[in-house]
Structures are given as C-alpha cells and as structure tokens.
C-alpha cells in the first residue's frame, strides 16, 4: 500500500518545545510537591570519525540513564551505542533527555536492549526528550525497542533530528497499545510524541500525535503496535530512493491480516513508513527486513543481528 506524496506534514517553522506542548495538554496547575518527584536524567554522547572508524569522544550520564561504551557493529567502521536504562522504566515526573552529535563522517547506530517502560501515573507524565545531531555527511541509525505504556500512564516525547548537508538518518519509533500479555490493551491515559527532522535546506519532516482513551477509535483499537520508520538524506540517489521505496512497499504487503503499511514521499528527500501490527513478532519482522534492505540500498552494507544484551 502506498500513501499519496506529500502525506508527512512538513514545516519550516520553530518545532514546539517540551515546555509548551505540556503547558497545552497539561491545564491542571502544577504543584511544587508533585513537580518534584521523578527523576531528571540526562546522557549525551559525542562521535568523531577517526580514519576508518567511528570513535565516542565524549559522554557523560545522570541516572537513570547508564553509561554504556559502544562497540564495532561490523568492519563497516560504525559504532554501535546502546541507550540504558537499568530503573526499569519511567514514571510520572521523570524527565530524561538523550543527546548525541555525530561529527563530520560518522557512522552511529544508537538501540536498546530492551523495551521503554512508562508506569502509571496518577497526575505527572513522563517526558523523554531526545535531540540527534547529525554532521555532513554522516550516518545515523536510530533504532530503539518499542515504547509500552502501562494502564493509567502518561507519557511525553519529543525526538528533533538535526542534519548537515550530506546527512543521511534512518529513524525507527514504536509504541505498543500496552501490556498486550496482561489484556492492558490502550488504557494508558495519555501518550504524545513528536519527531522533527530537519534537514540543512532549513525544511522538516514532521509527524505528531496525541492520543488520549477518547480519541483511540475502534479500528486502531484491533491493532497493537504502531511503528514509524524514517529514512531522510539529501544525499541519497533519486534512483536509490526509487528502488528503496519499491521495496519496503513491498514488505509493508507481505504480512496480511498481521501487518498493515504505507510508504510515502516527504517534502524533504527521503522517505516515511508507517505500520500497525496485530503483534510484536509482525512487526518485528517488519523492521528487520526494513533495516537490512535500507542498509544494503544505502550502503552496499549488511545487517548483523543485533547484540541486546
């Protein structure tokens, strides 16, 4: 299934910040009390390309976040970097942020060992702020696990991409309705989220949502995995891009009844995927096949198995 061009939102405006989506969506007043319980982590890292490879620089990290020295993925020179989060989750009141910035040349892959966990919450929401910058001519690949919001939770994330002329980013984000295993199926009070992606030309990528119990109507509710899959760069071939879109077209076809997708064509070079799946396994499926056949599109490069523990 294709989507018409055009069908990602863009803009060439100033993206909302954290401060003033929550001041829209969160009118109760806020108590001094409450404000402060949680937890306000934050982890930067910074890459560099060093001859073959790419190498972290620098880093630092406040709990909850853990330090994790990256690895080599493969011999393609990309270091590959997990995000950990030893607590188990976020509850309401946390605000952690993510930074990374990936020099000139670098080649960054940035994943998860395990699933994002956001707990109820009686009143504050878990804010997760995220914010890739990308140098000229390097390589991001943005692939966490899936984000599952408990019964009750509210959760709040923002992900601003920012790349340089010859940029390319490879952008996964996925949310479960919920706790599938213990029928928590899209009980969770709130969950909104935002991605940017901005390219040197000064024009976005954007896509937003805010989804609350009274707005999930009954057909999103027969699904229970939501994905988005990004792949931006003005320095990716027209005729790369044509091929690449063929053919993750169709992959969005080969899991019917359990996967249901569109491709469509921003107005910024690249592409944006979006999928529902009836399972974890489906769309599980669906990125791996996604990844392996953008990396090989791309950059003639393979697809290891990923290492999440």
């Not at 829209?24 to 306000?40: K, N």
């Not at 890459?47 to 690895?71: D, N």
Request: charged share 20%; aromatic share 8%.
């Amino acid at each position: 299934m294709r989507s018409p061009p055009g069908s990602s939102s863009s803009f060439r405006g100033r993206p909302i910040t954290t401060d003033e989506r929550l001041a829209v969506t969160s009118p109760v007043e806020h108590d001094p009390v409450l404000d402060a319980v949680g937890r306000h982590g934050a982890l930067m890292y910074a890459f560099e390309r060093q001859g073959a490879r790419t190498v972290l620089t620098r880093s630092s990290c406040s709990s909850p976040w853990h330090y994790f020295p990256p690895s080599a993925l493969d011999d393609s020179g990309c270091a590959y970097t997990w995000l950990v989060n030893p607590s188990g989750g976020l509850v309401g009141g946390d605000r952690v942020t993510v930074e990374a910035q990936l020099g000139d040349g670098a080649h960054v892959l940035l994943t998860s060992p395990s699933a994002n966990r956001v707990y109820r919450s009686e009143r504050e929401p878990a804010v997760q702020t995220v914010r890739l910058t990308v140098g000229a001519d390097a390589r991001l690949e943005w692939l966490p696990e899936v984000t599952i919001p408990f019964a009750g939770s509210r959760f709040c994330q923002s992900i601003h991409v920012d790349l340089a002329p010859g940029a390319t980013v490879v952008l996964w984000d996925a949310m479960a309705s919920g706790r599938v295993a213990r029928n928590e199926r899209w009980a969770f009070a709130q969950y909104e989220n935002e991605i940017v992606i901005r390219t040197a030309s000064g024009q976005s990528a954007v896509e937003r949502c805010i989804v609350t119990l009274d707005s999930i109507g009954e057909s999103v509710k027969r699904w229970d995995y939501v994905g988005s899959l990004f792949v931006i760069g003005d320095s990716i071939a027209p005729e790369r891009l044509s091929v690449l879109e063929a053919g993750l077209v169709d992959l969005c076809e080969q899991q019917p009844g359990e996967l249901l997708g569109g491709v469509s064509c921003p107005a910024v070079p690249g592409l944006a995927v979006k999928v529902v799946a009836r399972s974890a396994p489906a769309l599980a499926a669906f990125l791996d096949a996604a990844w392996r056949l953008i990396r090989l599109s791309l950059w003639q490069l393979s697809a290891p198995a990923l290492r999440r523990y």
